[in-house]
């Protein structure tokens, strides 16, 4: 059986491979950066407007709302990154009902590149709103004896993103491979359609998670300038050292 | 008996375990969080956002765990690394 699309090699040279990862990739990228430019076309800013636009803005208003329900912050900075990291996950995805697309997010490599990602834009980000040693200092809390977990959570916490999402899809894969062996005619399907409802899910939970990683890079210096701390300093109520 | 039949034994073996054992967890877990989400919206109906994508969120960590006993199973099974090992030691 052949769960892996990094091993589906379409074209080799060396050692550079193009495998249904990639290809998959380029595949959803072409299909969103293409969408989003046939709807920004011809943009208005009165009541009529085309389905494509009324679509594209629901889409990013909805995504603004929950960075700022989540964060606690002002959503612009954060759209960028956590709008891609979600459009890209839930359109790969939801694809997968297209027969014949593997969903790249189903490769390890392709989740690990995602959860690298966010490795990197957290410390860019906390360096950002509170400068280098603003950012590093929150390494010592609550005490200096805590840094090595600080910085083995830092690390655990990208595996876990990235094993998460790749379980969860690569999953879906392989059920919907064993249950065609054995009960090929309806309950396929029944599993096609929760895979798109975890495929949703999942890339909900990948942004919300990468948000909570942000903010709690961004926001861990605010009760120093003003002590009206409340509940609403730990976004989704959650405290940051269990997520 | 050889060694690839007891490495493929102790693998069918230590994958169904770690399936039946990984997921009693999870499930608990999971059960108890949804428990008590339902009884907070019941009792706070006007938070049921905020409760609601907390709850996703959660079950989100509490399944994870569950998810890696399943790639660990699926290592097991389709990749496993001491097969291939003796594989290529049969050959020989």
């Known amino acids: 059986m052949q769960f892996n699309p990094d091993d589906i090699i379409f074209w080799q040279y060396g050692f550079i491979r193009i495998n249904a990862s990639l290809i998959f990739t380029w595949l959803v990228m072409t299909l969103i950066v293409g969408m989003s430019i046939f709807a920004t076309r011809r943009l208005s800013s009165n009541t009529e407007m085309t389905s494509w636009q009324n679509f594209l803005e629901v889409t990013v208003t909805g995504i603004r709302d929950q960075i700022q329900e989540v964060s606690q912050q002002p959503p612009g900075r954060y759209l960028p990154f956590i709008g891609s990291l979600f459009l890209f996950i839930a359109v790969s995805n939801l694809l997968s009902i297209v027969p014949g697309y593997k969903p790249p997010t189903s490769s390890l490599s392709t989740t690990t590149a995602l959860a690298i990602c966010v490795f990197v834009a957290v410390p860019f980000y906390g360096v950002v709103e509170s400068g280098i040693m603003g950012y590093l200092r929150q390494y010592l809390q609550p005490t200096f004896f805590m840094l090595p977990f600080n910085v083995i959570g830092e690390f655990s916490r990208t595996l876990a993103l990235a094993v998460r999402l790749y379980g969860n899809i690569m999953s879906g894969t392989v059920i919907v491979a064993i249950l065609l062996g054995f009960a090929p005619f309806f309950f396929p399907i029944l599993i096609q359609l929760l895979g798109l409802l975890t495929g949703i899910i999942q890339a909900y939970i990948f942004a919300v998670l990468a948000m909570v990683y942000i903010a709690s890079a961004t926001a861990a210096h605010e009760p120093n300038l003003n002590n009206t701390t409340d509940s609403l300093d730990h976004p989704c109520g959650i405290h940051e050292e269990e997520l | ?92």
């Open chain 2, 1 to 92: 008996m050889n060694i690839q039949s007891l490495i493929g034994m102790a693998s069918i073996i230590a994958a169904g375990l770690t399936m039946a054992i990984g997921s009693i967890g999870p499930a608990l877990g999971e059960g108890r969080a949804v428990a008590q989400a339902l009884s907070s919206i019941a009792q706070q109906p006007d938070e049921a956002n905020t409760i609601t994508r907390t709850l996703f969120v959660g079950l989100a960590m509490i399944e994870s765990t569950a998810i890696y006993c399943f790639v660990i199973t699926m290592i097991l099974l389709f990749a496993n690394p001491f097969w291939d090992f003796a594989i290529t030691q049969a050959a020989n």
